[in-house]
């Protein structure tokens, strides 16, 4: 067993890291789906969408051969609503609430219409929104990522100057360097980016990172507001010995540098064990095997009922190949002249509900051993503490405290996305990046 990289060729990688949910290949295609609609009235995919999209409307107007209408009304609720196009699980929101499934139908394919829509506005560079005059306010928003981005642009269309300071050499947070390549590409995270700047009123500065490049009290400072959206990402500890053993790596890590340093110079085991079930984890095993692993084993602690991710996310790890073990536990990694050579894991058994409302695993005492080269750690992500602490903003369980305004203990100060919630889907963050400019114009006195 080794841990290698470049194990297959060009034409493989290729092959295997192809997007997985295609669009539409013709105009016809997506006409033909669009004129299944209904166009329901008070219709529930709306209401499923958090960024609450006219989904029937879009629809309607591509029916009717109104593009630019289309993408206007999927961008204005949600300005990264082509990425949502491809990350979504759209079959717990729009999808998942489609009137169709009362009828044993086929739900409306919404998320490949969201993505023909946006994808054309995109390409074509369609100047769709008009800024108003500068208002002479600058805000600084810390974090490129979907709320950063989206609180920018909203801000950006009622005039505001907004400077975005991003940690990274790359806008688009999780969305560029922390979903799987399959998904999604860096190639359109800029191209989406671009498009959100090209409004006017949006400088980015990268490589730079709060509590390091920048404090807070400089950007009260200098600026009239401040939106934090700098997400989680410090992937929580096993806690268990060996973590330190080479050949353990964190999950966001790991596809990062395939998204960084492409699928050849990416390194993976031969025997690789995933800890976790989450959206993340099963990124972090279907790409494991499509770099080549020849065996990956998903561990997880409860069982399949209690699983994070959706059932379409675990069925891509399933036809992967990926190997499925529930009720088990990481209880030590054990070595070999410092590298991993083999997992050994506790069986599990579930007892009371914990504070999730997920019933409470606990240790049987047996154990099992796998054979392993590489264990990847997707066990959650857990907030900036120390550096926000350090900032005097108030935390609840970890996360930033708001208020109802999206207001945090230190005046002029927002924050929304990921930091606040925790971690949630891609189009949650989008909501909250509007959310908290809608209060920062509360605050600034705009109202028009």
Same mark, same amino acid.
């Given at each position: 067993m080794t841990i290698k990289n470049n194990r297959l060729t060009a034409q493989q990688y290729k092959e295997k890291f192809a997007d997985i949910h295609p669009?539409?290949?013709t105009s016809g295609a997506a006409l033909l789906e669009a004129n299944r609609c209904l166009f329901c009235f008070d219709a529930p995919c709306t209401k499923a969408c958090p960024t609450s999209i006219d989904v029937p409307k879009f629809?309607?107007?591509?029916s009717t051969g109104n593009m630019k209408g289309s993408a206007l009304t999927i961008l204005s609720s949600n300005i990264m609503g082509g990425s949502c196009a491809r990350v979504c699980p759209v079959e717990k929101l729009c999808e998942g609430s489609c009137v169709l499934h009362n009828r044993q139908e086929p739900p409306i394919h919404i998320a490949r219409l969201q993505r023909y829509s946006t994808d054309m506005a995109l390409k074509s560079q369609w100047n769709l929104f008009k800024r108003k005059n500068s208002r002479g306010k600058k805000v600084a928003a810390v974090g490129a990522g979907p709320a950063g981005l989206s609180c920018a642009h909203w801000l950006a269309r009622q005039g505001i100057d907004?400077?975005?300071y991003e940690k990274e050499n790359e806008a688009g947070g999780l969305m560029t360097y922390g979903i799987a390549a399959y998904k999604v590409t860096p190639e359109f995270c800029r191209e989406e980016t671009d498009f959100i700047t090209s409004i006017g009123g949006i400088e980015i500065k990268y490589n730079e990172e709060l509590g390091r490049d920048l404090s807070l009290a400089d950007l009260k400072k200098?600026?009239?507001?401040?939106? &934090?959206?700098?997400?989680?990402? &410090?992937t929580r500890q096993l806690e268990i010995p060996g973590e330190n053993l080479e050949g353990v790596v964190d999950a966001i890590r790991f596809i990062y540098e395939i998204r960084k340093d492409g699928f050849s110079k990416t390194a993976v085991g031969d025997k690789v064990a995933v800890i976790g079930m989450g959206m993340t984890a099963i990124d972090a095993?279907?790409?494991?095997?499509?770099l080549g692993a020849r065996e990956v084993t998903m561990i997880y602690r409860r069982t399949e009922k209690e699983k994070p991710c959706?059932?379409? !996310?675990? !069925?891509?790890?399933k036809l992967d190949g990926c190997n499925i073990i529930w009720l088990a536990s990481p209880k030590e990694i054990h070595g070999e002249n410092g590298k991993v050579r083999s997992l050994l894991c506790s069986k599990m058994e579930l007892g009371e509900p914990d504070d999730s409302g997920r019933k409470f695993p606990f240790d049987t005492g047996e154990t099992f051993v796998l !054979?392993?080269?590489?264990?990847?750690?997707?066990?959650?992500?857990?907030?900036?503490?120390?550096? &926000?602490q350090s900032n005097r903003i108030k935390l609840s369980s970890g996360k930033i405290r708001i208020d109802a305004n999206c207001t945090t203990n230190v005046g002029a100060v927002f924050a929304g996305g990921d930091c606040v919630n925790g971690g949630? !889907?891609?189009v949650d963050a989008v909501e909250a990046g509007k959310e908290g400019a809608k209060s920062i114009l509360k605050y600034l006195g705009i109202t028009d």
């Open positions: 669009p539409f290949e629809i309607k107007q591509i907004v400077t975005i200098n600026y009239d507001a401040v939106f &934090l959206g700098i997400g989680v990402g &410090l095993a279907t790409q494991a095997k499509r959706t059932d379409e !996310e675990l !069925e891509i790890a !054979e392993v080269d590489m264990v990847i750690k997707a066990t959650g992500q857990v907030p900036y503490t120390d550096m &926000l949630k !889907e891609v």
